[in-house]
């Protein structure tokens, strides 16, 4: 069955620096999405994804964050300068379509930012 | 502006039912409902839309009232593996739109 993967499981890094997080959706969605889960708290929305430009996106997506699709198969996600805070648990999800179409998330990418 | 779940957690024993609620102030498209469990990515369970059309999952329901904005989740005959937090996720428009969740609901079944 097919899956959306995400690169890399855990990610150490310390305040101030760039991270990169990677996502491989599942091969024929077309609509991608990023969420973050600080420990022991509820799903939040970060931005979503569609036809190559951002099609909604949330108030913690500021400009600190940038989404790429940077060939067919990969959907990153980047966070300029982390701070503390940035610590959480991070998914990709993607669908076949908006609205009437299930997201499948990934297993997500554990930041930890010291 | 986030739905509310209710009840924050339930206690079941194995083979009995459980419901769950979602309900938002604001004036939906569809209703998604998820299963985490610990440590794990959420697992996609029932979608609902405006006007009554549902996908999901053969040992799960769900009903939308579009009128007062609620969904249920209806856990018939739980089983151990039912056990994790659900979540209900509501869209205000289709497209691409992202989710917004509720708190979540913590179920534990007990053999």
Redesign the interface.
């Known amino acids: 069955e097919p899956e959306v993967t995400q690169t890399p499981s855990h990610q150490v890094t310390q305040m101030g620096q760039e991270v990169i997080l990677r996502c491989v959706p599942i091969s024929n969605h077309l609509?991608f999405?990023w969420?973050r889960q600080i420990l022991g708290?509820?799903?939040?929305?970060?931005?979503?994804?569609?036809n190559n430009e951002i099609?909604?996106k949330?108030e913690i997506f500021d400009d600190q964050f940038s989404v790429e699709r940077p060939d067919g198969s990969n959907f990153t996600l980047k966070i300029r300068s982390t701070k503390l805070e940035d610590s959480a648990m991070y998914?990709c999800a993607s669908s076949a379509a908006?609205?009437?179409?299930?997201?499948?998330?990934?297993?997500?990418t554990r930041l930890t930012v010291t | 502006q986030?739905p509310v779940q209710s009840p924050q957690a339930v206690i079941l024993r194995e083979g009995e039912d459980a419901v769950i609620n979602c309900s938002s102030s604001k004036a939906l498209?569809?209703v998604?409902w998820?299963r985490?469990k610990h440590g794990?990515?959420?697992?996609?369970l029932m979608?609902l839309?405006k006007g009554g059309?549902q996908?999901g999952h053969d040992k799960i329901s769900a009903s939308f009232n579009e009128k007062k904005q609620q969904s249920s989740l209806y856990l018939t005959a739980s089983q151990l593996s039912y056990s994790g937090t659900y979540?209900c996720?509501t869209?205000k428009?289709?497209?691409?739109?992202?989710?917004?969740?509720?708190?979540?609901t913590h179920l534990i079944i007990q053999p």
């Open positions: 609509y999405y969420y708290q509820k799903v939040e929305f970060l931005v979503s994804f569609y099609s909604e949330s998914f908006g609205g009437v179409y299930e997201q499948y998330f990934g297993p997500g | 986030q498209y569809s998604h998820y985490q794990e990515a959420p697992i996609f979608i839309l059309e996908k979540f996720g869209e428009r289709g497209g691409a739109d992202g989710l917004t969740f509720g708190k979540g």
